[in-house]
């Protein structure tokens, strides 16, 4: 019986990550938001790999493990975006949309959920996937808030950057767009070149980064090396098309 809840406790673990890490965002602590959204991923890595060695999944695990990711990975950076654009600079024009337009972060929230909808039945994305996941758009948009504060707080012209970056985050979890997954049936070179460069890179982007500003730099990591992902991944399928319409 113990054997059997192992896997659930840990996505419990994940879930209460996410309520910790929308308590902070909705400090504006984005520093503490974004830590407890790594916590929290860290713990939804764990929950499958227990999972699978463990020989226990259950549907009901599936059901959890998705309503977990949505608010460690849906809820939480949605909230972090919240909290910013109640306290950013806006254009005289649009002054008066202050106290409604913050909530507009939560349309990243229902897309989350639904992308997290579509993985549980699309066949597709057992080695990939298709559109962006989840970790991967809150490890984006925590580590962008937390670099461009300064910069987010004071510029009028960053408001709609922000909000357009909510509607094309919330397209991104939804499309249809390939992406690799850190998943590996061999080790050797051939077939892994793309994971194995990305992994490079990214990390030496966060060794620079640690190094230059310690844990804060490891949190701001996170936008250039997701950003880095997602051109990875939109080079691979300009190729790949280019190479069925030359073939």
Not at 192 to 213: D, E, G, K, M, W
């Amino acid at each position: 019986m113990i054997k059997k809840n192992i896997p659930n406790s840990i996505t419990c673990c994940n879930l209460i990550s996410g309520c910790i890490a929308t308590y902070f965002a909705f400090c504006n602590d984005l520093t503490m938001a974004l830590t407890w959204i790594i916590i929290g991923a860290v713990f939804d890595f764990f929950d499958g790999m227990s999972a699978r060695a463990l020989h226990v999944s259950s549907p009901i695990g599936k059901e959890l493990d998705s309503l977990a990711d949505d608010v460690t990975f849906g809820v939480a950076p949605s909230t972090m975006i919240f909290s910013e654009l109640g306290v950013m600079n806006y254009p005289s024009a649009v002054e008066g949309l202050r106290t409604i337009l913050p909530f507009v972060a939560y349309i990243m929230a229902a897309f989350s959920a639904l992308r997290l909808a579509k993985f549980n039945l699309d066949t597709r994305q057992a080695m990939g996937f298709i559109g962006l996941p989840t970790p991967a758009n809150a490890l984006f948009w925590g580590g962008l808030l937390i670099g461009m504060q300064p910069v987010i707080e004071t510029r009028e012209w960053a408001m709609p950057i922000v909000v357009i970056g909510v509607f094309f985050s919330s397209w991104l979890l939804i499309s249809e767009l390939p992406m690799f997954a850190l998943k590996f049936k061999h080790w050797g070179w051939q077939g892994n070149q793309l994971r194995y460069s990305f992994v490079a890179t990214a990390a030496a982007i966060f060794i620079i980064a640690i190094i230059a500003h310690g844990w804060k730099g490891f949190l701001e990591a996170w936008a250039p090396v997701i950003a880095l992902y997602l051109i990875i991944c939109v080079i691979a399928q300009l190729n790949g098309k280019k190479a069925q319409k030359e073939g």
